[in-house]
């Protein structure tokens, strides 16, 4: 009988889809009832995007007590920070002693994908001692699929990763939002009129998603397309470069031997394999299995 019936059970994958598939209404009764039960007096991740402005809404449909924090990474969108400040006054901002952009001077390191340390030092601070809510979903990545679900144990504290939306899709996103009239970054709405991202969730926009300004997690035309919306930003990371190989060019690292940028030739040379030549070199590290970082924890 076991034999007979294995072969029609749902497998895991079967199981996410029929997640991912649910319709609207249910998943947001899902939500709110996990939200009553694991989420009251939880600490909230709120990043100023789509997905945090979702996460606060539900819990406050759920009636739940919820300390929500942003954690500050110096290089969000101005135009999202205006976001949160003006709507969202009541998120405690958790405030680094440094820019990001010196801090990379100091530590002498450009972030990468298999270099996330400002995610570990400016993303993801703050919350350690409680439970914690974050607005991940599995449909922004194969590769966060493999790594969330609903609830999830910190690898170092034990406490709860509380994920209340891991099942949702982008579409559910912009119909809850539609649903709740809930005021949403203009940054989303670009490059069309204000107002139509919300009537045409299915479609590509520009910005898809909000974050750090340049961050090498992305693709190299998606850093491009940042960098042309805010060329602020891109001078502050390119200095950025230009310091670290003024100050350290020529120095030798913690372990006596020259530093790995000296085969850049020059901070320009640095700096183009950075924002160009890096994700060759980091799909072959990749197939390698020499990732050494956990997918990051913050939505965007
Ligand atoms: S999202 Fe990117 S730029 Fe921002 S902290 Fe993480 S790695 Fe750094």
Redesign the pocket.
Known sequence: MEALLSGIEPSEADLVQMALDMPLDKKIEKAILFYQTYCDGAYGAFSGGKDSCVIKQLAIDAGVEVDWHYNN?T?DPPELVRFIKKVHPDVKWNNPKKH?ITRMIEKCCA?TMFR?W??AE??EQGGADSNKIIGVRIAESPRRAKLWQQIVPHRKTGKLILCPIVYWTDRDIWEFIKLRHLPYSEIYDEPFPKGTRIENPSLKYDFDRI??VG???QTPAQQQQDFERWPRFKDMWYRGFVSMWNKYHGTLNAKGKPRGFEKYGSADGWWSWWTIDRKQEEAKERTRGQCMFDE?M?QR
Request: aromatic share 6%; glycine share 12%.
């Open positions: 990474v290089i990001l972030p996330r400002c995610c400016y993303k974050g750090c961050c090498p997690l990051m913050g």
